[in-house]
């Protein structure tokens, strides 16, 4: 008997970290040696592409026009006669759904992604970008905040499978020595969700801080306007820099004292793994599941919505001394090990599969 096929579908390998997470599952799926795998997605970005296995195969479905879109992504689907298809976000939900629909015969195993949280109330637009969930498989959560959330409707279907990455070959940040200025380092895309306005508005009024914001910019975005203004009016220039994302986040972070992720909502942000992993002491949002992984530093959480709470927490972290920082960092690397674990994740995934071959 040959190996079950996977398809792993998303709209792109950009720097998001939907897309860095179906790169880790790939990665470990295809590293079981019990699998199949194929990559497929229809937007041209491809940050995250060259971490890929070189033992999957990958599939660029290149096209704007949404109709032509489905077209081509369910004659892929039909010509791979994929056995499980895995999909991050609603626009490859939706397309994976689809085929799932029209060949229902096949009977493919489709589990798809809630990559964030909702915070407001759903509506019916919030279902209706939901149709896959009605004829998925499995639907899994990457928060558990998310699961409670969705319980009430779709019940049995849901999972929680937190992000995980590989934790080898990743050096604990081992400086802590203070010095007159403070550096936070914010890894993350440069977007409303992230809160910049927030965060810009805060150290305005902190002195001696400087932040890096290591992201992707979409300068036709509004925000990214309204943040260029900010700077301008505040003369911020010497307290933040807005850089290029790096693929060597490990390495950079490091040397950081601190990591800072401010974000309205979340699901499971690969900003705050990655900073456990290295052992770097974390600023955050009290969103989503972050209470849960940041159990043990708990006082440098803050309401992203409260620039006065943001200012307190980030001058509570300048006041802490060696000791209380190294013991902040030794915590979160320690944690990140039980909780982010990528062989973790990838088994838990291949239960999903299994479950379906029992039923």
Same mark, same amino acid.
């Given at each position: 008997m040959g190996k079950s096929k996977v398809v792993l579908v998303t709209d792109s390998f950009n720097s998001g970290g939907?897309?860095?997470q179906l790169v880790n599952l790939a990665n470990g799926l295809e590293e079981s040696k019990k699998y199949s795998i194929t990559t497929v997605q229809y937007y041209k970005y491809s940050f995250f592409e060259n971490l890929l296995s070189k033992d999957i195969k990958v599939v660029k479905v290149i096209?704007?026009?949404?109709?032509?879109?489905?077209?081509?992504?369910?004659?892929?689907?039909?010509?791979?006669?994929?056995? %499980?298809?895995?999909?991050? !976000?609603?626009?490859?939900?939706? /397309?994976?759904?689809?085929?799932?629909?029209?060949?229902?015969?096949?009977?493919?195993h489709l589990i798809v992604g809630e990559r964030n949280l909702n915070i407001n109330d759903l509506k019916m637009k919030d279902f209706l970008i939901r149709f896959s969930h009605l004829v998925a498989n499995n639907i899994v959560c990457n928060s558990y905040a998310q699961q409670d959330r969705l319980l009430p409707y779709y019940g049995t279907k849901l999972s929680v499978i937190p992000n995980g990455t590989t934790t080898e070959g990743i050096e604990k940040k081992k400086d802590f020595s203070k010095s007159d200025i403070c550096r936070l380092i914010?890894?993350?895309r440069f977007i409303d969700q992230k809160n910049p306005l927030g965060l810009l508005d805060a150290i305005n009024e902190v002195e001696n801080i400087?932040?890096?914001? /290591?992201?992707?910019v979409f300068k036709d975005y509004s925000v990214y306007?309204?943040?260029?203004?900010?700077?301008?009016?505040?003369?911020?220039?010497?307290? %933040?820099?807005? !850089?290029?994302?790096?693929?060597?986040?490990y390495n950079v972070m490091t040397k /950081?004292?601190?990591?800072?992720?401010?974000?309205?909502?979340?699901?499971?942000?690969?900003?705050?793994?990655?900073?456990?992993?290295?052992?770097?002491?974390?600023?955050?949002?009290?969103?989503?599941?972050?209470?849960?992984?940041?159990?043990?530093?708990?006082e440098l959480l803050f309401n992203p919505y409260l620039k006065e709470d943001i200012i307190d927490k980030i001058n509570l972290f300048k006041s802490m001394n060696v000791e209380k920082?190294?013991? %902040?960092?030794?915590m979160n690397y320690k944690i990140s090990r039980n909780f982010f674990n990528k062989k973790t994740m990838v088994e838990n995934y291949i239960s999903l599969f299994d479950q379906n071959n029992n039923n």
């Open positions: 939907a897309q860095k096209t704007e026009n949404k109709i032509i879109r489905i077209y081509k992504l369910v004659l892929f689907f039909y010509r791979e006669k994929p056995d %499980i298809i895995i999909s991050f !976000l609603h626009g490859p939900n939706n /397309y994976s759904a689809i085929y799932k629909l029209l060949f229902f015969w096949r009977k493919v914010v890894p993350a400087q932040v890096d914001w /290591y992201g992707e306007k309204q943040a260029l203004d900010l700077i301008e009016k505040n003369n911020l220039n010497k307290k %933040i820099r807005i !850089l290029v994302p790096t693929s060597d986040i /950081y004292d601190a990591m800072i992720l401010p974000s309205f909502y979340e699901g499971c942000p690969n900003a705050v793994i990655d900073a456990m992993l290295c052992g770097v002491p974390i600023l955050a949002s009290d969103v989503s599941d972050n209470k849960i992984y940041l159990d043990t530093q708990k920082r190294t013991r %902040i960092g030794e």
